[in-house]
């Protein structure tokens, strides 16, 4: 047997089995790497090797972001500023023919800069905007589809935990992964939009509502505190002012701030339980992303990344068609796999081999992303669906019937950013962040 297969039933055999049947993929990604270390093909296994491994991946001052913009996201959800962030969307693109799947779209593009998952989005925003919709006339399966397919958006658009632990992993500058998701985020918002208007203008549903502009700045108004949130998270990052650890850090004193002197409706019963989320939360993913360096340094030593790139040039030596391979192959695992798990096994073995590709990091981690967020609402397992089953009154039959025809949109938008790196990359060039 050829070292390479050997090296592949060692790292990527065991570790989907002992996924599949329930490990916890934080302790996967150890026993694995203890398997390969004693194998004889990676390092040799010492305690002191895998402890000082572990330690030095969580010694990280970027990590510091993740407990903070999950803090942030929690507290902005449970302050009531979702429903005033949904009454300024409704009264700026409702009139559009597609009415509130517009205004669908918009709230999550919004809400995308204050929570950074998917999951959060579908089960935060999904029973308001679902609720609105049904109210309206529309069916149950469209408007759970509408709702799921733009919940993908939110880990594209900063902030986004996705795309710290990628930047972490694959150490790639955060700011500059966050700038870089700006506009794909944007363009898979329009995708869905330009969808959606074709979808009601040829079923003859538009139900185009008058433009009502005093309502309009109403709502503007009592949805300033949800905007600027936003702006100052992608606009301190952007001008320089500060990190995107120090952007989350000031995230999370806004959302105080806002929730006890602007909605005064912030209780200590409130505040402790999102405290207790967050901290249960991040304690999953470091320990996850410890155990994921011991993976990835096990996985350098083991020769296994310098194969792959031989093994991809033999298929061909254009940037292109090697990651449009790439973005298959993430879409299929998205559909079967938790985002952050494929990201912790799968970065390790690959960034090594972009530069030597061709393929730059920032535009490959951006392209992952939107492939894996397709991923999540994807059968048979994805979460974003269950999330959807928990919201509304329908079955998962019903949700994934529903959201089928909103792939195409997205998937549209998928390709157009693997064919156009510019899209991804220009802004950071922009900003010299890339």
């Known amino acids: 047997m050829s070292e390479p ?34 194998s004889g093909f990676g390092p040799a296994w010492t ?10 991946s969580l010694n990280s001052f970027t990590l510091l972001a993740i407990p903070f ?55 935060g925003l999904g029973s308001i905007e679902y609720e609105a919709m049904t109210s309206r006339g529309y ?36 700011g500059a992964l966050f700038l870089g998701g700006i506009l794909p985020g944007l363009l898979m918002g329009l995708t869905l939009m330009a969808f959606i208007t074709v979808g009601a203008l040829r079923s003859g ?12 700045a109403e709502s503007s108004l009592r949805a300033i505190p949800g905007l600027i949130a936003p702006a100052i998270i992608i606009g301190g990052i952007a001008t320089g002012v500060f990190t995107p650890t120090e952007a989350a850090a000031v995230a999370g004193i806004y959302a105080i701030l806002i929730g006890a002197a602007v909605y005064r409706n912030l209780e200590w019963d409130t ?56 973005t298959l192959f993430f879409l299929i695992l998205g559909t079967f796999m938790e985002t952050i798990a494929i990201i912790l096994i799968v970065v390790p ?28 609402i994807s059968p048979p397992f994805g979460v974003v669906l269950f999330a959807l089953e928990r919201v509304t009154d329908l079955e998962i039959e019903d949700i994934i019937k529903g959201i089928m025809p ?4 997205l998937m549209i938008a998928l390709v157009l950013l693997v064919l156009f790196p510019s899209i991804v990359l220009s802004v950071p060039e922009y900003f010299g962040l890339a």
Do not use: C, K, W
């Open 271 to 326: 505040f402790r339980s999102i405290l207790g989320d967050t901290f249960e939360d991040t304690a999953v993913l470091t320990l996850i992303i410890a155990f994921a360096n011991v993976y990835g340094f096990v996985l350098t030593i083991s020769g296994l990344p310098g194969l792959l790139t031989e093994a991809l040039l033999t298929i061909s030596t254009d940037p292109t068609i090697i990651l449009l391979l790439f």
């Open 349 to 376: 073995i690959v960034a090594p081999v972009l530069p030597q590709i061709g393929i730059d990091p920032i535009h490959f981690g951006i392209v992952m992303m939107v492939a894996l967020m397709i991923g999540l």
């Open 139 to 174: 069916d149950g399966p469209t408007a759970a589809g509408i709702t799921g397919a733009s919940s993908t958006i939110g880990p594209i658009i900063p902030p986004s935990i996705p795309v710290i632990v990628y930047g972490v992993t694959a150490q790639v500058s955060i």
């Open 5 to 38: 297969l050997i090296l592949v039933l060692l790292f990527v055999v065991p570790l989907i089995a002992l996924y599949l049947i329930g490990v916890h993929v934080a302790f996967a990604l150890g026993l694995v790497s203890v398997l390969v270390m004693v």
């Open 47 to 56: 305690v002191e090797t895998f402890a000082n491994r572990m330690y030095g």
């Open 205 to 216: 549903t538009a139900n185009m509502e008058s433009f009502d502009l005093r309502r309009l």
């Open 406 to 409: 909103y792939y195409v949109p």
């Open 69 to 123: 913009f999950l803090f942030a996201g929690r507290m902005m959800n449970n302050i009531g500023l979702t429903d005033d962030i949904f009454d300024f969307a409704e009264s700026l693109v409702s009139p559009l023919p597609g009415g509130l799947g517009h205004v669908n779209v918009v709230v999550s593009i919004i809400f995308s800069g204050m929570s950074g998952a998917a999951v959060a989005d579908a089960a």
